[in-house]
């Protein structure tokens, strides 16, 4: 399984930013997918996991109602839109890959992810 990661960037708190995840090596639609993220000298965080079928969507205290996961099976394409960013989004964030959300938004464990793609929220 191989995942990919797009779309990080510098931006300031407030804005937007939608971070993309291409798989390939597996059969898309058999797999739940998700979100967690690493800041510097902290843990990992679970952000969201959204079920095969894109119907279930689990999201974190910390970004409801701001992030918004999504994907499209037939691009092997998962997709995070993040809206009204603070400096405490800024993170590594990394794409995951297990075959259900058991564990709701938290991803943390997921058995494959990808490389990640930076976020920074400042000013």
């Known amino acids: 399984v191989q995942l990919v990661e797009s779309g990080g960037g510098l931006v300031q708190p407030g804005g937007s930013l939608r971070l993309s995840c291409v798989a390939s090596g597996v059969r898309f639609s058999d797999y739940a997918l998700g979100w967690f993220r690493q800041a510097p000298g902290k843990e990992r965080e679970g952000v969201s996991c959204i079920i095969w079928s894109g119907e279930l969507k689990y999201y974190a205290d910390s970004v409801k109602g701001r992030f918004t996961i999504s994907r499209d099976n037939s691009k092997n394409t998962m997709y995070l839109q993040m809206e009204s960013l603070k400096p405490e989004d800024t993170a590594m964030y990394y794409c995951?890959?297990?075959?259900?959300?058991?564990?709701?938004?938290?991803?943390?464990?997921?058995?494959?992810y990808g490389q990640g793609t930076q976020v920074t929220v400042s000013s």
């Open positions: 995951a890959a297990d075959l259900s959300c058991y564990n709701e938004y938290d991803v943390s464990d997921f058995a494959y």
